[in-house]
Every structure is written in structure tokens, then in C-alpha cells.
């Protein structure tokens, strides 16, 4: 059974940064591909970034281009999301996901995953 486990938020001032990160089992995590959801007090859930299953390739929202990064270590099972430069409308829950299907790109489309981590809040204070 997959399991995904996210850790890293927490409360930061505006301009700061945080580091996320996503423990996953249960499978060959080296051979999906894994994406950041976030969902904000009264809003739908939104794409974040994702990472293809070899980590050669990146997607991420517009709102977070050139801030935040994501990666992997296949090695250690997790995939990471380096936020930088935070600004208030970045708090939310934070969530990671797996793709179902094997050596897929990643994608801005939560249907496309079927694995779901329990969240970790990010607050950006102003």
C-alpha cells in the first residue's frame, strides 16, 4: 500500500523560506511521478509543481515559477519542494501526490494521481 508522508511546513515570515519534503513507500517510488498540490481556507485544491519519475523534468504554477523548486532523491524515496521568497497568499495546506501509472511526466492535473499525502500547513505571515 502506498504511503505518503509530508513534513517541513510551518509558520514563516514574508520573504522567508521552507523546505518540504515527501517520505513515500510501498512501491518503487523511482519510477513515478510525483507533484505538490496546495489548498488554501475556502479554495479549490491547486497544482503547485510535479517532477517526472526520472527527475529530468519540471513543471510548475505560474504563481510559483522562479520561487519554489522541486526534486527528488530516488534513493531516499522522497521528493522535495524548496519554497523561497514566500508571500502571504502561499499559505495553504500542502500536498503531496503520486501518479498511478509507471514512468509517466509529471502533471498539473490532480486526477492524474492516485496517492495522496495527509498535508502540512504552510502560514505566511505578513
Known amino acids: 500500500q502506498v504511503q505518503l508522508v509530508e513534513s517541513g511546513g510551518g509558520l514563516v515570515q514574508a520573504g522567508g523560506s521552507l523546505r518540504l519534503s515527501c517520505a513515500a513507500s510501498?512501491?518503487?517510488?523511482?519510477?513515478?511521478?510525483m507533484g505538490w498540490f496546495r489548498q488554501a481556507p475556502g479554495k479549490e485544491r491547486e497544482f503547485v509543481a510535479a517532477i517526472s519519475w526520472s527527475g529530468d523534468s519540471t513543471y510548475y504554477a505560474d504563481s510559483v515559477k522562479g520561487r519554489f523548486t522541486i526534486s527528488r532523491d530516488n534513493a531516499k524515496n522522497t521528493v522535495f519542494l524548496q519554497m523561497n521568497s514566500l508571500k502571504p497568499e502561499d499559505t495553504a495546506v500542502y500536498y503531496c501526490a503520486e501518479r498511478a501509472a509507471l514512468y509517466m511526466s509529471g502533471s498539473y492535473y490532480s486526477y492524474d494521481y492516485d496517492y495522496w499525502g495527509q498535508g502540512t500547513q504552510v502560514t505566511v505571515s505578513s
Open positions: 510501498g512501491r518503487t517510488f523511482s519510477r513515478y511521478a
